[in-house]
């Protein structure tokens, strides 16, 4: 049992390239959210989904898109990098009613220069 | 909308010494309340969580947390701790009705020292 698989681990892009931080979770989880770590900031929810075609913004969405076309998938786009993007990424899913608190993958470390 | 504070960035403690890590949160309503543990190079995992009923809740490698309503905390205590608990520790909350985001402290890291 995969859990949720985050690819790439490390990226290194330069300001105004775009690509997109993948996520993908074999446990049939309607809940998946993005969350950006920084240093003494804790986790910071970027954008989630509450099931296959429905996204919402959350604290931090600027520069960012998501979609949700599939109960496994869902990607994180960066369309224009900027050197304030830089920081771990961390999708997580859960199962639809939060008493089962959420699974983490492990991080994509994104450095803008 | 809830938020939690976690005060301490970063707690230093000798291996077997007793430690805590302070969790208070704020929210007009009924929550659910989380630790969560970060080791180094690694994602998040559950360590314990409150949801309802007892207000002191386990882990299985030694930590503890308590529900304190009228102090709106959710301290996370070990009577003894290894050098292998060595990480950051996050508290979350969420609300406890309907589909709600989970919203995390800014973090504790522990360091255990011999």
């Known amino acids: 049992n995969a859990g949720v698989t985050q690819t790439p681990k490390f990226q290194v892009l330069k300001t105004g390239q775009s690509m997109t931080l993948q996520c993908a979770q074999d446990?049939?989880?309607?809940?998946m959210s993005w969350y950006r770590q920084d240093p003494g900031m804790g986790l910071r929810l970027i954008h989630y989904s509450v099931g296959a075609g429905i996204t919402d913004q959350g604290e931090v969405p600027n520069g960012y898109n998501v979609s949700r076309s599939t109960t496994e998938d869902f990607p994180l786009r960066l369309l224009s990098a900027a050197p304030s993007q830089t920081s771990v990424y961390f999708c997580?899913?859960?199962?639809?009613?939060?008493?089962?608190?959420?699974?983490f993958g492990s991080g994509t470390r994104l450095t803008v220069v | 909308a809830q938020s939690v504070t976690q005060l301490d960035s970063q707690v230093p403690v000798f291996e077997e010494a007793p430690v805590e890590l302070r969790c208070n949160y704020s929210?007009?309503?009924?929550?659910?309340l989380f630790w969560y543990v970060q080791y180094p190079n690694q994602g998040l995992q559950l360590l314990l969580k409150?949801?309802?009923?007892?207000?002191l809740v386990e882990s299985i490698n030694g930590f503890e947390a308590e529900f304190n309503k009228s102090q709106t905390s959710f301290h996370l205590r070990k009577p003894s701790v290894h050098i292998s608990d060595t990480a950051e520790y996050f508290c979350?909350?969420?609300?406890?009705?309907?589909?709600?985001?989970?919203?995390f402290g800014t973090g504790t890291r522990l360091l255990v020292s011999p």
């Open positions: 929210s007009s309503v009924s929550v659910y």
């Open positions: 979350a909350v969420t609300l406890n009705t309907g589909f709600q985001k989970l919203v």
């Open positions: 997580a899913s859960s199962q639809d009613s939060n008493n089962y608190g959420y699974t």
């Open positions: 409150y949801l309802s009923g007892s207000t």
């Open positions: 446990m049939n989880h309607e809940y």
